[in-house]
């Protein structure tokens, strides 16, 4: 038992990717020869938006957070982004859709930072806030329509070569993150923060600058998510990106990503992202309704922090 949790807590990515491959064999079993090479580009292109989504996650509970206003984040950019083509073209647009990302990543930062809300509360107020702000956005530009570009077109559904378009973007993006977390000095402080806060500070460490500088690129990265989701989707929506608060969360989670701070990492959350996205089309199959895959996720985030403080626990 000593070596399993040893084998968990040191390599935790090992087991994910231990669970992901049976799940792929399980889905084989259910249904003969889903299982090929456009399956798995499909559940690739879906996966990435679930897992840039996730990075939010990940990256603020780090510092013992976490951001509950991405989903809305990506939504809005996302809405922003497609009644704005008309008139500004898709650079512009684009360009646009990202400022009130970062905005409400900033009202975040600076509610944490210096006013020392608990982040569950800021972010969960940022988020209702938001979805007033695009609801009456929505009801200003109802009559000139949306447009998603050819190019997110092109990002979230193509494939070259049999490898989704979006790889172009998340590649880049995910080595970024990686190299970000575990090799820069910001990296540093973020797992600082969330092993002792108060040690962190002690030792010289600007708290309110690490939270204002995570949360802002908490929103930047959902409104980029947001922009490739709808890309994938060709509809945008006044909740396009909802449905994905909970999995996000609980792709963190599955990863190895401690709610508590201090440990965890964004390679084991792209593997829970993807076995999240698998599970998702086993439950397709099995013709599960959405209240019911709520649970699950629900019970899957409950039952694997209690795994996470059994593995931690050293007593």
Not at 105 to 131: D, E, Y
Not at 133 to 150: D, F, H, K, N, R
Not at 241 to 250: E, F, K, Q, R
Not at 290 to 308: M, P, T, Y
């Amino acid at each position: 038992m000593d070596r399993l949790k040893a084998l968990l807590r040191d390599h935790p990515i090992i087991p994910l990717l231990v669970l992901l491959a049976l799940l792929v064999g399980i889905l084989e079993i259910m249904r003969p020869g889903i299982v090929g090479e456009r399956w798995i580009a499909n559940t690739v292109k879906f996966a990435i938006p679930l897992a840039m989504l996730a990075a939010c996650q990940t990256l603020t509970m780090l510092t013992g957070g976490i951001d509950l206003s991405a989903a809305i984040v990506a939504t809005i950019s996302s809405f922003v982004m497609a009644t704005l083509v008309p008139f500004y073209g898709p650079a512009g647009a684009i360009a646009l859709s990202l400022v009130p990302a970062v905005l409400i990543g900033l009202l975040n930062g600076i509610g944490v930072g210096f006013f020392r809300v608990h982040p569950l509360i800021i972010t969960l107020g940022s988020g209702l806030i938001g979805t007033g702000c695009l609801q009456v956005y929505q009801s200003t530009v109802i009559a000139t329509g949306s447009v998603v570009p050819e190019g997110l077109a092109w990002l979230g559904t193509g494939r070259t070569w049999g490898f989704p378009n979006a790889l172009v973007l998340f590649v880049p993006f995910a080595a970024l993150i990686l190299f970000a977390q575990r090799r820069t000095g910001f990296g540093r402080l973020l797992y600082a923060m969330g092993d002792n806060e108060g040690a962190a500070r002690l030792a010289g460490v600007r708290g309110w600058q690490v939270h204002l500088a995570l949360y802002a690129l908490s929103g930047l990265i959902a409104g980029m998510a947001g922009l490739v989701y709808v890309g994938l989707i060709k509809a945008p929506s006044l909740s396009l990106a909802v449905p994905l608060m909970l999995p996000s969360v609980a792709a963190a989670v599955i990863g190895g990503t401690s709610i508590f701070g201090g440990r965890g990492g964004y390679a084991g959350t792209i593997v829970g992202a993807l076995i999240l996205t698998v599970l998702g089309t086993m439950l397709t199959l099995l013709h599960m309704p959405e209240g019911a895959r709520r649970i699950l996720f629900g019970g899957i985030i409950l039952g694997v922090a209690a795994i996470h403080l059994r593995l931690t626990d050293t007593r």
